[in-house]
């Protein structure tokens, strides 16, 4: 049985122009009801944290203060489609998701989400906690970390508490509250799986949060957060053979996702590092060390490179193993990419080179890496 690994989002796509999905409308009701004339919903009274003891804390005072903060995410698009004979039509495309309130301003608001539930959307709207539709604004995106920025205007948002993911530990209770299958505000419990997992297929730049909570499509952007109530990941994607919850979901830990956040917010994007010049890196293997003339297998070799650019200006050449990173290991592809994209840009980096049985360090500078398209 195949195995998949699905970013968290529920997509669809339609012919049907002006079809959106906005996570009001359930599966089981009608698309043309007419909501009762009745006035928002009052917030909810804000319950105190419960103490960090053994004990467990009463979850729906948790839910009760965390479902305010979670909101239901439609995003419209189009992309072209080619058909017979030359001819070319334009698909819509919608994405439904979920993205968490994390800081307010008057009446404006910021809402963290991933960068696929937005895609290439040229329409964006939130629902929040009351029913409330309102348009939403792209400030920046990281398709490094798969997180991306919203603004929304609207005076009734609360915005979550931030949590110490750094924290965690593995057996901990944790709550997942998104939006799966436009149901709107659903919530799941279970706990830390595991910490520290990666998937490059998914974010080179993230270490995810494992957790048993139930995540399915449509809690892509959503909040997982502890037992106070505090925000410590964006649920992200799950692994299934069936395409739905299997026990197996991800979220990026909220350390990560609250420095993007404050990069996005400023900047529009985050500054991702690069170095000029090596144009491909490829994993050692013993008939490549064997050619090489080296004799272990850590690191990465610098398969191509450029005769121009910071790399070959200080000294690097194709076929040289890189092994270490700034004072760090270099076991492979991911680690060596992982250290680039988050060295701070303009800095200097110091590499550990071997070139057969020779081993120095070279140092290089970090240049800003192009913004990666196709998310």
Request: no cysteine; aromatic share 6%; glycine share 10%.
């Amino acid at each position: 049985m195949r195995r998949f690994l699905l970013p968290a989002a529920l997509v669809a796509a339609s012919f049907v122009a002006g079809m959106v999905v906005t996570g009001r409308i359930g599966p089981a009701e009608r698309a043309d009801a007419q909501p009762p004339a009745a006035q928002p919903p009052a917030a909810p009274a804000p319950r105190p944290a419960p103490a960090a003891s053994g004990a467990l804390p009463e979850f729906a005072d948790v839910a009760e203060r965390v479902i305010p903060s979670v909101v239901n995410i439609s995003a419209v698009g189009s992309r072209q489609l080619r058909l017979p004979f030359g001819f070319v039509d334009e698909q819509q495309t919608q994405s439904a998701g979920s993205g968490v309130i994390i800081r307010k301003a008057g009446n404006v608001g910021y809402v963290l989400t991933n960068a696929h539930v937005i895609g290439d959307a040229t329409q964006l709207s939130v629902v929040l906690w009351n029913g409330r539709e309102r348009p939403a604004e792209l400030v920046g995106l990281d398709p490094y970390a798969d997180l991306a920025l919203l603004r929304v205007n609207d005076p009734s948002l609360q915005p979550i508490t931030w949590g110490d993911s750094s924290r965690l530990r593995v057996a901990e209770w944790v709550m997942a509250v998104g939006n799966p299958y436009q149901l709107g505000e659903t919530v799941t419990l279970g706990i830390v799986s595991a910490l520290g997992r990666t998937n490059p297929q998914i974010s080179v730049v993230a270490d995810y949060i494992q957790t048993d909570a139930a995540i399915n499509p449509g809690n892509s952007g959503g909040a997982l957060v502890n037992r106070r109530g505090e925000l410590i990941g964006i649920n992200t994607w799950i692994v299934s053979e069936s395409g739905g919850y299997q026990g197996i979901g991800f979220a990026v830990p909220s350390n990560l996702a609250r420095d993007v956040a404050a990069q996005l917010e400023k900047f529009g994007k985050v500054r991702r590092g690069t170095i000029a010049g090596i144009v491909r890196i490829a994993p050692l293997n013993p008939g490549l060390a064997q050619d090489l003339n080296v004799v272990s297998l850590d690191g990465v070799v610098v398969y191509r490179i450029r005769n121009t650019g910071d790399a070959w200006a200080a000294g690097l050449r194709a076929g040289d193993v890189i092994i270490g990173f700034n004072g760090s290991e270099i076991k492979g592809t991911d680690t060596f990419e992982r250290s680039m994209l988050t060295a701070p840009v303009g800095s200097v980096a110091t590499l550990r080179v071997r070139r057969a049985r020779e081993e120095f360090d070279i140092k290089i500078p970090i240049s800003e890496a192009p913004l990666r398209t196709g998310r």
